[in-house]
């Protein structure tokens, strides 16, 4: 969840909380990430795509303005509870391409889930989780110092397994010139 939170703003327990919803819907909370990162970059533009995603809010009567000031798991739930009262079909899907981009129509799924089930179902601390990724860095780094360590070894014993090979070439070629094999 911290490295999720890092690439959205946001603090790892907020992103936590998404966790019940992508898995009702099946959704990836990488991909929820990213689609909440391109609402972000939309939102601090002064551009033709804010102004889409300005009208898009609009649409399901959300402020801009009051919009911006919430952290990125707030407007994803803000989202999803106002798109729960819009009626389904191609006008909501609009919208959520608006807001997300392409992926904006493959989320609605996940922020149906997250009308229903909400942000406040997280279990864990801050501290579980800064705990949890601690042990995944250190676990992932383990595993990279003992790949290191298998490349080290099998390099250095290539030359003693060469010879090896030579050797049994050398053995094996008296036997094979007689046989007519080979």
Do not use: M, W
């Not at 729960?84 to 919208?95: C, Q, W």
């Not at 989780?129 to 250190?138: L, P, S, V, Y």
């Amino acid at each position: 969840y911290q490295d999720l939170a890092d690439k959205l703003g946001d603090t790892a327990v907020n992103v936590s909380g998404l966790q019940r919803a992508a898995d009702l819907s099946e959704t990836s909370l990488d991909n929820v990430a990213a689609a909440s990162a391109r609402l972000t970059a939309a939102l601090s533009k002064n551009d033709h795509e804010s102004k889409g995603v300005g009208r898009a809010l609009a649409k399901i009567n959300i402020p801009i303005k009051e919009f911006k000031d919430l952290n990125p798991t707030a407007q994803l739930e803000r989202v999803a509870n106002s798109l729960g009262k819009f009626e389904d079909g191609a006008g909501k899907t609009a919208v959520a391409i608006a807001l997300f981009g392409k992926a904006g129509a493959d989320l609605l799924p996940f922020l149906k889930d997250l009308n229903d089930v909400g942000t406040k179902n997280s279990k864990l601390t801050q501290q579980q989780i800064e705990d949890a990724d601690k042990f995944t860095k250190a676990l992932a780094s383990t595993k990279s110092e003992f790949a290191d360590l298998a490349r080290v070894v099998g390099v250095s014993v290539l030359p003693v397994l060469t010879e090896y090979a030579a050797k049994v070439r050398e053995l094996c070629a008296p036997a094979y010139d007689q046989s007519g094999v080979g």
